[in-house]
């Protein structure tokens, strides 16, 4: 999966942005992201992996929900309205992209 990370000087406010070949995850581009709540949702993420428990992120302000269980991690927009997730990615491939987002995110705090 390819992705690009950027940072906006938006009138004094910080924002962190996200270019992917998957659309959806532009949707984490924000003003709220710290280390340590891209941590806290790498956890929540991990604590789903080959286990019955599940874990569920909506994104601050935006209308991104994120579903995690034993199958994956599924990325819903809720603007379509569709039942069906507009993305799933295994696991490690969603924890490698927060583990880079979260290098990012500190080295540009």
Known sequence: MKYKFEKYDWDGLMMYGVTSEEIILEDLTG??????????LIDGILSTKDTDKEYKYQTEGDDLYIYSNDY????????????DADLILPHDTFIDFLKDFKAFVEANS
């Open 31 to 40: 003003y709220y992201w710290t280390p340590q709540i891209i941590q806290q």
């Open 72 to 83: 994956g991690v599924q990325f819903f927009d809720l603007n379509t309205q569709k039942k």
